[in-house]
Each structure stands twice: as C-alpha cells, then as structure tokens.
C-alpha cells in the first residue's frame, strides 16, 4: 500500500513537473538531489519513501 499524493487543480505543467520529479528518482533516472526529505538527518520511519508515492488528482472547471 502507498502513501496518496492528490494535485488539487494543478493543471498541466504543474502536475507533470511535480509527478516527474518524484518519480525519476524511483526509476533509477536520477538521483534525489535537492530533495530536503532524503537526508540522513531527516530520514526517518514517520516518512514514506518515494517508491510508496502514489499520485491523483483532479482539476476544478467552471463550465457554464
């Protein structure tokens, strides 16, 4: 079971930039550089890990 990530209204860019940037690292593409959770002093068992991510979302539209 993962630890849920819902984008809330967070069209295109925002939601692929967001997504990408957590993913690549868990694909091996990257490593987690810049990424304030995965240093030793914060890593810790309350945090989930970034292969425990699981992303959705949903967009608000006003149609009339």
């Known amino acids: 079971m993962g630890t849920g990530v819902w984008l809330v209204a967070a069209r295109g860019a925002v939601a692929v930039t967001t997504t990408a940037g ?3 690292p868990r694909a091996g ?3 987690p550089t810049g990424c304030v959770t995965a240093l030793p ?4 068992p309350t945090l989930p890990d970034v292969a425990d ?4 979302g949903h967009d608000l539209v006003n149609i009339r």
Do not use: H, K, N, S
């Open 29 to 31: 593409l990257t490593e």
């Open 41 to 44: 002093v914060l890593r810790g």
């Open 22 to 24: 957590a993913l690549t």
């Open 53 to 56: 991510l699981v992303f959705g």
